[in-house]
């Protein structure tokens, strides 16, 4: 079975410094793995996704995040964060029966 | 091309009641997963329907149902329900197979008193 850990549920920024959120995963075959953003009081938002096609990925709202199979690792970053990158931030792992396996969530805090 | 849809958006309910809540789709996506979030408990997977037959399941009892319909779009029940069946729950639907991603509708919010 697939599983995904979210290291710290909350992580708190200045407004202009760099965003790291951590995800580990854990998977027998080669993981198609995803970011999602969610806001309060709406659904999870896709972010970006690694398909196994290049290792460093690009999403939607200047994050992106590198896969690398020796740590098991898919990590997001943001190099400057801005006050409307606030929300929780959830990691996922899908396997190839199509069943998603989601991390705990990691709530960012943007301080101005 | 419109998102998921899920209605009701909120929804009161009294303990003992049952609920359903439909999900519908986004067009030419034939599977449908449904989410339990909690602040205690966070993203809880309860079952994803594909082509009307249900694929794969989560850890849920019995209470919580669904089913899928020929048009891909889903309904989720929950019989007897508790004052623990308080959350939010989200729907999302996809192509199907694992390289796909996920696209989540804006959530059923379901209050149990």
């Known amino acids: 079975a697939q599983s995904v850990t979210q290291l710290g549920s909350h992580v708190s920024v200045s407004e202009g410094a760099l965003v790291l959120l951590r995800c580990n995963y854990s998977?027998?075959?080669?993981?198609?793995l995803f970011w999602y953003v969610q806001y309060p009081n709406q659904g999870l938002q896709l972010l970006l996704k690694?398909?196994?096609?290049?290792?460093l990925v690009k999403g939607i709202n200047g994050f992106e995040a590198e896969f690398k199979k020796s740590e098991t690792s898919f990590h997001l970053t943001k190099p400057s964060a801005h006050m409307s990158d606030a929300a929780e931030y959830f990691c996922?792992?899908?396997?190839?029966?199509?069943?998603?396996?989601f991390g705990t969530g990691t709530s960012l805090t943007v301080i101005p | 091309k419109a998102g998921v849809t899920q209605t009701p958006r909120y929804l009161i309910k009294t303990r003992g009641q049952q609920v359903t809540l439909s999900c519908s789709p986004i067009?030419?996506?034939?599977?449908v997963s449904w989410y339990q979030q909690t602040p205690g408990q966070g993203l809880q997977f309860l079952f994803e329907?594909?082509?009307?037959?249900?694929?794969n399941k989560g850890n849920f009892p019995g209470r919580f149902s669904g089913r899928q319909f020929s048009n891909s779009r889903s309904e989720m029940n929950v019989s007897t329900l508790e004052l623990g069946d308080s959350a939010l729950y989200l729907c999302?639907?996809?192509?199907?197979?694992?390289?796909?991603?996920?696209?989540f509708g804006p959530g059923t919010r379901l209050t149990v008193t």
């Open positions: 999302a639907s996809s192509l199907g197979k694992g390289a796909y991603e996920q696209y």
């Open positions: 998977s027998s075959v080669p993981p198609y």
């Open positions: 690694y398909t196994s096609a290049a290792t």
């Open positions: 996922a792992v899908s396997d190839p029966g199509n069943q998603f396996y």
């Open positions: 067009s030419g996506h034939r599977s």
């Open positions: 329907y594909f082509s009307e037959t249900q694929r």
